[in-house]
């Protein structure tokens, strides 16, 4: 089992920056990918980015050049640093986790951007 505690969410202004943070509470933390997911309210949940063990990273063509994710294997943590943001990037964000005991997500945390 492992559980995701997701941190950062909030209101900024257009333009404005936010970070992300999921700390992973898991005994075992070999190979996996981690990442991010939106929801906005009546879209379906799309993938922002996700990393694997290894740092290799995958962008949603709306995240490119904006969004950027990274990890911390010995805090078993990753973190989506969000830039120059969009009214459009407004949604629940959540936490991915996918290894060998599975698939989770995180309970998820706000993001607004507006003015």
């Known amino acids: 089992q492992v559980q995701l505690e997701e941190s950062g969410g909030g209101l900024v202004q257009p333009g404005g920056s936010l970070r992300l943070s999921c700390a992973a509470s898991t005994m075992t933390f070999s190979t996996n990918v981690m990442g991010w997911y939106r929801q906005a309210p009546g879209k379906e949940r799309e993938l922002v980015a996700t990393?694997?063990?290894?740092?290799?990273?995958n962008y949603a063509d709306s995240a490119k050049g904006r969004f950027t994710i990274s990890r911390d294997n010995a805090k078993k943590t990753v973190y989506l640093q969000m830039n120059s943001l969009k009214p459009e990037d407004t949604a629940v964000y959540y936490c991915?986790?996918?290894?060998?005991?599975?698939?989770?997500w995180g309970q998820g945390t706000q993001v607004t951007v507006s003015s």
């Open positions: 990393i694997s063990n290894g740092g290799i990273g």
């Open positions: 991915y986790f996918y290894g060998s005991s599975g698939r989770y």
